[in-house]
């Protein structure tokens, strides 16, 4: 009698703590992100204390951060995700706001806002090529308003920074305005009854409680544009003002089959975007992250 | 409510119309070009013709390249969705110990670039002989798309009030049964927008796939790209004609996503009044 | 715009959503220091009104003034009135204090004045424990605490209330209800208050304003609306629960005689001009279980009691088929069949 009690109360001790059987259902999920995730990534990082040449086990990173033009990847790659994800999201700001509430052609203005992501990085950047190119039509007209020479705007920076503008946009833009939508328009309603004017409910209320949300969406703006490679090689110079560590790594790693070499760049790729990124989620700490809808 | 046009309001609207501008010249720029006989430093092309895509489609055997898009995308959300869903209940509906670390696992692959993580996965897939294949590409495209459904899919579930749950076993139904047929009906929009999410990210996804396919088990995105790198071999034109048959399908796509999903409520839900 | 105000007033106010008119020419005078009452179902263009006032709609016609001077065309914020939310729309990202607050930093009091405010509004609704707490860690009752301190912090010439009791449990509710009519004693701010509740509207106004489909059924103190409703409508929101269809015979003066479908015929007070259809309006608690039958009686077959402790809430049914609600302290029980004497000046006849 008591053994069987005792095992009756072990599994109700069990369910108290949330262990049942409900969650054999993780175990698919996380079999599959250890066996696909994990281990790949334990397995690279081992990799790249193992130098193709031998020597010390930190020598692929004693090499990167030698070697000039590798170590300056870091700097080219940050300079343009930076730039490209601030803006995205500072620009997502006033076009959201603007796009509250219900409207007539609502659903078409943002279908619009998000028609960029389906064009691509290859359409994308032929069309930059093209568009922006000496001969191209922004040129041309630039030409005609009167300008000495063509803009130099492909094969560049600049080029490759248009690019992660155009992809990087819509998702924003999307993320800022799903945010702002999910704060309760009540609130600003109240401040309005209690003699806040427009700009004093923008900067009391509704910003306060969007910080934590732009903080999300600048991340995940950074994260799309740090991993910047296509664009990089097509609209870019990617042997130079553009080489970006996704390139360093994909020609380490697969081109020149130095893997050891390759997956350190990786792993220094992931610890940038680590440090980027903790550094942006700590300043979200200090803001106010609870719920947003008011009550209910 | 008020229409006083302010300045911060036209400038907003004046920016977004640049952007537009530029947006439109972009893509009219490569869409001209594919239907373009010769053009070469002047306003517009000399005459215009549809051959490019007839040739396009026969010289980078589009349909086959297609066909191989539409398996690995298919295989990618039927997968996903079977391993996620789960995953996204026992998340939304236990607190356990360990939930924390399990919940940053299945967050890293969405946030890591997929670089950081597709080269020591093409690392191991080699030297497994798995890469080049098409299960490879297909276990790449996972790696991110089954975590993107755990977290569609969590706050999808526990919007879900428990009591349905209990209701159906005091009404005498097994685990089975409040799966299949109470659970899944509800879940059915949730699953479709996941679904339609994945499919549109795993048809765009570039890195992953180009990091792991080979010759036979290349997407649209990949070959584009490879076609568009090898150029001077054959006319501009005809990458440009490929590339709006990408962005057409990819349209075609979203346009059926949008259907299904609210884009402004991918975050949170807040009942319209 | 802060002070005390003789009259505002709501000339032929209208508010249409698209081809749906919520608001149908609100004719309304608010004299300075009233609480006014807003009464009617979901729908009936109360909360339109509120929002009207409060300048969180633009009117689609009409005007509203103040002491003579127009304000439907100030935003809400150069209205400076006070507003309690359905859902208290409490700031979730600052402490009740600076909810308080918020009004008073918006018109730039200085910090000594501000405190010394915020304490006395904190002070008023007996909040002095939690004022360094967030929204999210009250409970609802004093989540409303916070909403009615700071719309009245400001002392406005007007606070508006849009329903908000209504996401309290009802012990809260009544002890809510007390405490604003406390407030509004005190403080003699002149109040406009939503309700659907007729209850609420009766204990806490000095006037009701009963509306319906958008429309002004009937404005008057709560006496004059709960003894004498203008038409079946109002009646049936103020505890007239039975309403007998009735075919009219003679009238006299403000008497009539009518007759229920079954013959019996009734005396009572003719509220509107009739034709020869009327209904016959009469409250549960004014029917009395009496042994013999005479003038203004009526017979009927007990069908199902409820136990309410003093008295015993009826239900029967008439030889007609129409089902009576009838309160009273006699023992019944399902299937006696009982006399019920109604007196003829409870009996309230509309067309």
């Known amino acids: 009698m008591t053994a069987v009690l005792e095992r009756a109360s072990l599994k109700h001790r069990l369910a108290e703590k949330g262990v049942d059987r409900v969650l054999w259902l993780l175990l698919p999920g996380a079999v599959f992100v250890i066996l696909l995730f994990v281990y790949p990534f334990l397995y690279g990082l081992q990799l790249s204390f193992q130098p193709k040449g031998g020597g010390s086990p930190f020598q692929n990173y004693i090499t990167f951060f030698q070697d000039d033009y590798l170590a300056e990847t870091v700097w080219i790659t940050l300079w343009l995700g930076l730039p490209a994800a601030l803006f995205n999201v500072l620009a997502s700001i006033p076009i959201a706001f603007r796009m509250r509430g219900r409207f007539r052609g609502k659903r078409a203005l943002t279908t619009l806002l998000v028609i960029p992501i389906t064009l691509g990085t290859v359409l994308t950047a032929e069309g930059l090529l093209a568009f922006f190119g000496p001969t191209g039509w922004f040129n041309r007209i630039l030409m005609a308003l009167g300008a000495d020479e063509p803009a130099k705007l492909t094969h560049n920076y600049w080029g490759v920074l248009f690019s992660l503008i155009i992809t990087g946009f819509p998702f924003a833009f999307l993320l800022t305005l799903s945010y702002l939508s999910g704060i309760d328009p009540t609130l600003e309603q109240a401040a309005a009854t209690l003699g806040a004017s427009k700009r004093q409910r923008f900067r009391t209320i509704t910003m306060p409680l969007l910080a934590p949300g732009l903080a999300v969406t600048f991340c995940l703006s950074f994260v799309l544009a740090f991993s910047v490679f296509p664009s990089a090689v097509m609209v870019g110079n990617p042997a130079g003002e553009t080489h970006v560590m996704s390139i360093a790594a994909y020609e380490t790693a697969l081109r020149d089959n130095d893997f050891a070499m390759g997956s350190a760049i990786a792993m220094l790729m992931a610890l940038v975007m680590l440090i980027v990124i903790g550094v942006v989620l700590i300043w979200r700490t200090t803001l106010y992250r609870g719920a947003t809808g008011g009550k209910g | 409510m008020r229409l006083t046009a302010r300045p911060i309001v036209w400038l907003t609207w004046g920016a977004l119309a640049f952007f537009m501008l530029n947006l439109v010249g972009i893509v009219g720029a490569v869409v001209t070009n594919s239907f373009a006989e010769t053009w070469f430093g002047t306003w517009l092309p000399d005459g215009y013709t549809g051959k490019w895509y007839g040739e396009a489609w026969r010289d980078y055997r589009l349909l086959d390249v297609l066909g191989v898009t539409f398996q690995v995308a298919i295989a990618v959300v039927v997968i996903s969705v079977l391993i996620g869903v789960p995953t996204a209940y026992a998340l939304a509906r236990r607190n356990f110990p360990g939930k924390k670390l399990l919940n940053v696992l299945f967050l890293l692959p969405i946030l890591m670039p997929p670089m950081t993580y597709g080269i020591p996965l093409a690392t191991v897939l080699y030297k497994f002989h798995l890469a080049g294949s098409m299960f490879g590409v297909i276990a790449a495209n996972l790696v991110p798309a089954v975590p993107f459904v755990v977290l569609t899919m969590t706050p999808f579930i526990e919007q879900i009030d428990t009591k349905i749950e209990s209701a159906a076993r005091m009404c005498g139904a097994n685990t089975f049964a409040i799966f299949t047929r109470v659970l899944a009906p509800l879940l059915v929009p949730g699953i479709l927008a996941a679904s339609i999410l994945v499919l549109v990210r795993t048809v765009g996804m570039f890195e992953l796939t180009f990091l792991t396919a080979g010759p036979t088990s290349q997407t649209l995105v990949v070959s584009l790209y490879e076609a568009m790198s090898s150029a001077g071999i054959r006319p501009q034109q005809m990458v440009d004609s490929m590339a709006v048959i990408y962005t057409g399908s990819m349209l075609l796509l979203l346009v059926i996503a949008l259907r299904f999903v609210n884009p402004t409520q991918l975050v949170t839900r807040l009942k319209e009044p | ?351």
Do not use: W
């Open chain 3, 1 to 351: 715009m802060s002070g005390r105000f003789a009259e505002l007033h709501l000339d032929q106010v209208q508010r249409a959503f698209g081809d749906t008119v919520a608001l149908k020419g609100m004719d309304l005078t608010i004299k300075g220091g009233e609480f006014v009452a807003l009464l009617g179902p979901s729908g009936c263009g109360k909360s339109t009104a509120l929002n009207c006032l409060a300048g969180l709609l633009p009117l689609t016609g009409g005007r509203i003034t103040l002491d003579g001077k127009r304000i439907d065309d100030l935003p809400p914020e150069k209205r400076g009135f006070g507003m309690v939310f359905q859902n208290y729309a409490l700031f979730p990202h600052m402490s009740v204090r600076r909810n308080i607050g918020f009004g008073l930093s918006m018109r730039r009091t200085g910090k000594a004045e501000l405190n010394r405010r915020v304490d006395e509004a904190v002070r008023l609704v007996q909040l002095e424990e939690h004022q360094h707490k967030f929204p999210a860690q009250l409970s609802g009752g004093q989540q409303q605490r916070v909403a009615i301190a700071r719309a009245i912090v400001l002392e406005p010439p007007l606070v508006l209330m849009d329903e908000p009791l209504s996401n309290l449990d009802a012990a809260l509710r009544l002890e809510m209800r007390t405490e604003i009519r406390r407030l509004h004693q005190s403080l003699g701010l002149t109040t406009v208050y939503v309700t659907h509740d007729q209850e609420e509207a009766l204990a806490l106004a000095d006037r009701l304003v009963v509306l319906r489909l958008g429309e002004v059924q009937q404005v008057g103190s709560p006496e004059e609306v709960y003894a004498h409703p203008v038409n079946r409508y109002v009646a049936g929101f103020m505890g007239y629960r039975n309403m007998i269809p009735v075919t009219v015979g003679s009238q006299e003066g403000e008497h009539a005689t009518v007759h229920t479908e079954a013959g019996v015929k009734l005396v009572g007070v003719k509220r509107e001009e009739l034709g020869s259809e009327a209904v016959a309006a009469v409250r549960p608690e004014d029917f009395a279980v009496v042994t013999e039958i005479g003038a203004n009686t009526i017979e009927a077959v007990v069908e199902i009691v409820e136990y309410h402790g003093r008295e015993q809430a009826v239900e029967a049914r008439l030889r007609d088929g129409t089902q009576l609600h009838v309160r009273t302290n006699s023992r019944l029980a399902p299937g006696d069949t009982i006399t019920l004497k109604v007196p003829a000046e409870r009996v309230l006849v509309f067309a």
